[in-house]
Each structure stands twice: as C-alpha cells, then as structure tokens.
C-alpha cells in the first residue's frame, strides 16, 4: 500500500509579510506641503503684481482714476484739492476751471488749468512737459503756529535729477496773494506782469508767459 506524502497546510499567521521597506516614505506628506506652499506664495505674488499694475493703469488712463489721485490721495497728507470741472486722464493731460487748493498754511484759488506732457519721453528718461497753464491765481495765507527756526541752507549749488526735464510752455493769469484780514479789507497785493521770457534753472527749459 503506497503511502501519500502529508499536505503541508501553511496557516494564514506565517502568510509572507509585505515589505517595510516598499512602504509609503513619511517624507511624502512633507515635500508635498512644501510644495503647495511654494505655489499658493507664487500665485499671491502674481495676483499682487496684477492689483498694483491694474491700479497703476486706472489712476492713468480713466478719468475716474484721474479724479482719485487728485482729490483723494493729497487729502491723506493734508492737502485738499477740488475742482469744478476737469476733463481727460493723466496720460494724455487734463484741463478744468475752478479749482481750489487747501493746505495748512494758505488756501490757493486758480479759474483754470490745463497740463499736457508726452508720456512716452519717459522710456528715453526725459520728462517732457508740452504746456502747464493755470489762469488767474490768488493765494489767501492762513496764520500759522510759531515754530522753532531753523537756519537756511541756502540753495544748491546744483541739482542732479533722474530724467532730463523739459518744459515747453508755462503761463498764468494775474497772481494776488494776501491773507484773509487783507483780503476783507480789500488790500491783497495783487501782480500784474505781462510778457513772455525764456529761463534755464536746474536743468529745467522752457518759456514762461504772464498775462496781465
């Protein structure tokens, strides 16, 4: 009688175990944050580099931006400036009646402005101004708080500016100036010159025009 070898019967505790070693690596979990953290910073970054050059643009080419950089932004160093009316943007110029100007020290009235400049000079690092006219100015001074004085300096013997500054055409109307008792009293002094000069100052060049 033949005799059948045994069935080996291998219990499912001696199964072969997996390997250690092909586990998932704990370093995984944290060169994925890294990761995700490089790449939410770069897109905050794009969308701030967006904002500000959005921003830049509509203070330039809108009219609405127009009108935030010169009424809104002086007012949060002290200085407050409206108008009546004003038209166009600040890259291709503007031009309004009846503005006002209100500093700590004086109150400045113009009945008109009109600026003009050629933007595009700026990538040849000059700033060329075309015409800057204001019509009849009057300045009203305010009495100011005594303050500690200071020795003058004086003037610079020279001025070294970034850009080359040129300026075509400047003019304005009569210019009054006197303080508020003067100005109820009737007694402003007021300038009356007439005429058109040339002038070279600091590397500024350009002509200016008064109307008596």
């Given at each position: ?106 109150d400045?009235?113009i ?44 003037l ?57």
């Amino acid at each position: 009688m033949n005799r059948q070898p045994d069935a080996t019967i291998t219990p499912p505790e001696a199964a072969a175990a997996p390997d250690q070693n092909n586990g998932p690596s704990e370093n995984k979990p944290e060169k994925s944050l890294w990761r995700r953290m490089l790449w939410a910073f770069l897109l905050g970054l794009l969308l701030l580099v967006a904002a500000v050059a959005g921003a830049a643009a509509w203070l330039a080419a809108t009219e609405s931006g127009l009108r935030y950089g010169l009424y809104k932004i002086p007012s949060w160093f002290g200085v407050n400036i409206s108008s009546k009316t004003l038209q166009g943007t600040l890259w291709k110029g503007f031009h309004g009646d009846g503005w006002r100007v209100e500093t700590e020290g004086a109150d400045i009235g113009i009945t008109r402005f009109s600026f003009d400049w050629n933007p595009r000079e700026l990538t040849q690092s000059k700033l060329h101004i075309k015409h800057l006219i204001a019509g009849d100015i009057q300045i009203v001074t305010k009495p100011v708080p005594p303050s500690e004085k200071k020795p003058a300096s004086g003037l610079p013997e020279s001025v070294s500016l970034p850009v080359e500054v040129a300026l075509d055409k400047l003019e304005t109307g009569k210019i009054s100036v006197g303080s508020r008792v003067d100005r109820h009293a009737g007694n402003a002094q007021v300038a009356r010159l007439a005429g058109q000069v040339g002038f070279e100052l600091f590397g500024f060049a350009g002509n200016v025009a008064f109307g008596g």
